[in-house]
């Protein structure tokens, strides 16, 4: 009878473990925003739709559901990933959906991609430590794109007017399929920078840093140690 008994806890051990690692689908209902902020180890993709607007999907595990946060501020998107356990792995990938979005940042060790964008006056993409961020195909009168801390990679493609792009770390920013007028480079550090001007490049900064461009720009430079070099 005890040998039963410990048969049959077994088995629903196991089944409560099954049910713990089945994959869902979960729809979440958000309010309408045009920023959006990444933080911890979550991975996220962000769309512009406005028919789906406001809204975020993801496939997980109920134990990694419970730990996605969601929360929004005066128009600012705020996604969390929180354990206090060890690290999962697999973790999900979160989309969301916006009528149209203004900037973007990732503070987490993970990949944020902004897949399509609105076109708008000014867009700004920001990362901070070992993570990525790409904004793909973005149309802006002016980009700015930074990158603090860490050895992460900050990739964006597109059109614009200006670029504004500021490296401090050993990371890198992949801004060579940003068309731009006028591209104004500020590094502190020993990454890379690459990016893209058609008539001015103004370069300033402190360290080993890298700068590749492509175009025929005029090159104002008023910077120690960095490299300037042609694509």
């Known amino acids: 009878m005890k040998k039963i008994l410990t048969i049959f806890l077994f088995v629903l051990t196991v089944i409560a473990a099954m049910a713990n690692d089945k994959i869902e689908t979960y729809s979440i209902k958000l309010s309408e925003f045009s920023r959006l ?10 769309i512009c739709s406005p028919d789906s607007a406001g809204t975020a999907f993801f496939e997980a595990t109920a134990a990694q559901a419970s730990l996605i946060g969601f929360r929004n501020n005066n128009g600012q998107l705020e996604i969390s990933f929180t354990t206090e356990v060890a690290p999962m792995t697999k973790l999900p990938t979160v989309r969301v959906y916006s009528t149209f979005l203004t900037s973007v940042e990732n503070d987490g060790d993970s ?3 902004v897949l399509n964008v609105a076109s708008c006056p000014e867009f700004k993409a920001r990362l901070v430590g070992n993570g990525r961020l790409s904004v793909r195909n973005i149309e802006a009168t002016k980009v700015k794109a930074s990158l603090s801390t860490g050895n992460g990679t900050l990739a964006i493609t597109g059109k614009c007017d200006e670029t504004v792009l500021n490296l401090a770390g050993t ?3 992949q ?4 068309e731009a007028v006028a591209v104004s480079c500020r590094a502190a550090g020993t ?5 893209y001007a058609t008539k001015e490049l103004k370069v300033k900064g402190l ?14 430079k008023t910077a120690i140690g960095v490299k300037i070099q042609p694509l």
Do not use: E, H, Q
């Open 37 to 46: 902020k990444v933080v911890d180890a979550v991975n996220v993709d962000y």
């Open 171 to 173: 990371g890198t920013i």
């Open 111 to 113: 990949t944020v991609r």
């Open 207 to 220: 360290g080993s840093t890298s700068i590749f461009y492509r175009g025929n720009p005029k090159i104002k």
């Open 175 to 178: 801004a060579d399929g940003l």
């Open 191 to 195: 990454g890379s920078i690459g990016c």
